[in-house]
């Protein structure tokens, strides 16, 4: 079974910019989530989208926006970007639930390291 | 709000040996789900150990056991027989279980364990 997919792994791009991030979950996974890792905040939940719709949503501005397919594919953006936009971006999928299968548990993927310059 | 503290930036063991990482959270709720996950330097994030609130008796994974202490909110993360393959960063999460539906994960900052040959 495929884990979580995240594309593209890395990105570069500069202040003002927009960016658009994608994961593709196991297959059966409905449930999609992001969270931004950074070294100084570390790792701050984003947004839960099930059933393409958005269910949760961390402290972050308007920026910072997501949906997610009928194939519970997801993809998040980033608009104007700023140079704390900087980190790694992890997608997490899970069985059902809002944060995972009857055991909590949410699948990571490997992450989008974006850089602006 | 929920909080999780890791009072531990950075520790070191040798392999073979025993250590024990911290975990403190804060919280009303009385049922949720506690996690220690484990980001290697590759960067994919895994789950190590799961704990539910409601359940006294501390979970174990092979090598990987819990000290889940409730009522002082102390989840400590004990490996023993420490391999080189267990040097990464170590996280732990809350999750909050609303009778079933469940919230976004928080973290913790971390803790980088490096395990000496």
């Known amino acids: 079974k495929a884990g979580v997919t995240q594309t593209p792994r890395y990105l570069i791009k500069t202040r003002g910019q927009q960016v658009t991030l994608s994961c593709s979950p196991i297959s059966g996974h409905r449930s999609v989530s992001w969270y931004q890792q950074t070294p100084g905040q570390g790792l701050q939940f984003l947004f839960e989208?099930?059933?393409?719709?958005?269910?949760n949503k961390g402290n972050f501005p308007g920026r910072f926006s997501g949906r997610q397919f009928s194939n519970s594919r997801s993809e998040m953006n980033v608009s104007t970007l700023e140079l704390g936009d900087s980190a790694l971006y992890l997608c997490?999928?899970?069985?059902f639930g809002r944060g995972g299968s009857s055991t909590g548990e949410l699948f990571f993927g490997e992450g989008s390291r974006l850089t602006v310059l | 709000a929920q909080t999780v503290t890791q009072s531990q930036p950075e520790m070191s063991v040798q392999e073979a040996e025993t250590v024990t990482l911290s975990c403190t959270y804060d919280?009303?709720?009385?049922?949720?789900?506690l996690f220690w996950y484990k980001q290697p330097p590759s960067r994919q994030m895994i789950l190590v150990i799961r704990?539910?609130?409601?359940?006294?008796q501390n979970a174990t994974e092979n090598r990987f056991s819990v000290n889940f202490q409730k009522a002082a909110k102390s989840f400590s993360l004990k490996i023993s027989d420490s391999q080189l393959g267990d040097t990464a960063m170590y996280f732990c999460a809350f999750l909050e279980n609303y009778g079933g539906s469940q919230g976004n994960l928080i973290f913790g900052k971390g803790t980088k364990l490096s395990v000496k040959p």
């Open positions: 704990q539910e609130a409601y359940k006294q």
């Open positions: 989208y099930f059933s393409e719709t958005q269910r």
């Open positions: 997490a999928s899970s069985l």
């Open positions: 919280t009303s709720e009385n049922n949720y789900y």
